[in-house]
């Protein structure tokens, strides 16, 4: 009896030690695998600048789009895309979109690459920037001797020369503020503190309708002015992360789709992060749709706006574009949307 107890009680703990193991090694596989393997991309972190208008990265937050891809978003918000992409140099984010003067004003200060463009102004997004001015200013002639506020760091003295130029005023004759963002701007124009600023997004437009003293002038799209949309990030975040860019990238597209698609939903969350009105963002989410991608003509843009900062000098010395665009990430996340070739 004692040695068939004995027997009996060594093949059970034998049998014991061998699933414990075996559970052991299966929950090891299990975590080395994770994120690395099968259908869920690994997380990355990434820090990304946003605005208060833009509703693309809160959707893809939101509808949890970011997490399906592998993105554990950090949205921080700054007056402009500008301030965002000025944010890239102190290392505050990872990733930050913008106009095309204030990507290429990051690009042109060394280790920073173009991984996408969002899309061009068609007419109807560059009627969305509209000219503000006061009521004593009724046509553009007015605007000699004037005080005219511009946002710094972006396209808008790009804009202001071009639209001088176009009515026969010189840059000698109109006073130029730089201010932070579109409220300071507002403020200025609401005290008289300056004469005219160019505003985008319906929810500032209809502030500035009904304030007494101002009124509408003209609006972008009746200037020779285009604006293509890029999204930056430092070499390094690029080169460590190609497959966490590639990922973002695919994010934010479906993202930007999901929008478009999903209005109403879209004007919801927008409302319920940032205050947004929704019928403002039904107003701009049409004339201002994302599109991930990289063209000729997104190309095109970024070289002409290029030539206007090192003609102007405000980029002091000229660089080679093609060497600032960091495009396999994109490609691999969206290959027929790539069709620029260098």
Not at 25 to 37: H, M, P, R
Not at 235 to 256: M, R, S
Not at 301 to 327: P, W
């Amino acid at each position: 009896m004692k040695k068939s107890w004995f027997g009996s009680g060594f093949l059970l703990l034998s049998l014991s030690l061998v699933l414990l193991l075996s559970g052991c090694s299966s929950k090891g596989d299990a975590v080395a695998s994770e994120g690395t393997t099968g259908d869920k991309p690994a997380t990355l972190k990434i820090k990304i600048a946003d605005i208060n208008t833009n509703a693309t990265f809160r959707v893809a937050v939101d509808k949890g789009i970011f997490a399906k891809h592998g993105i554990d978003a950090e949205l921080i918000n700054f007056g402009t895309p500008a301030e965002g992409v000025n944010a890239l140099f102190i290392k505050q984010v990872d990733v930050a979109y913008g106009a095309d003067f204030p990507v290429l004003n990051a690009v042109a200060k060394g280790d920073y690459s173009i991984i996408a463009s969002a899309g061009l102004a068609t007419d109807a997004a560059a009627a969305t920037w509209k000219l503000f001015v006061r009521d004593a200013i009724q046509q553009p002639e007015d605007l000699k001797g004037k005080n005219l506020s511009f946002m710094r760091g972006t396209f808008l003295p790009y804009l202001w020369d071009e639209y001088l130029k176009e009515n026969h005023i010189a840059l000698g004759d109109v006073i130029l503020t730089g201010q932070g963002a579109f409220d300071e701007a507002y403020i200025a124009l609401k005290q008289g503190d300056v004469d005219a600023a160019w505003f985008s997004g319906s929810a500032l437009s209809d502030k500035l309708n009904a304030l007494e003293g101002v009124h509408e002038l003209t609006d972008m799209s009746k200037t020779t002015v285009r604006l293509g949309m890029g999204i930056v990030t430092s070499n390094d975040f690029a080169k460590q992360n190609p497959e966490g860019i590639a990922n973002f990238l695919a994010a934010v597209d479906e993202a930007a789709t999901y929008a478009q698609a999903n209005p109403d939903e879209a004007a919801d969350i927008m409302f319920k992060e940032v205050k947004q009105p929704k019928e403002s963002t039904l107003k701009d989410l049409p004339t201002n749709p994302w599109k991930v991608g990289f063209t000729q003509a997104a190309y095109d843009s970024l070289a002409n706006q290029k030539k206007y900062m090192v003609d102007t000098g405000i980029i002091e010395n000229d660089f080679d574009l093609g060497s600032k665009l960091s495009l396999e990430p994109l490609k691999q996340a969206l290959p027929e949307a790539v069709t620029y070739e260098k």
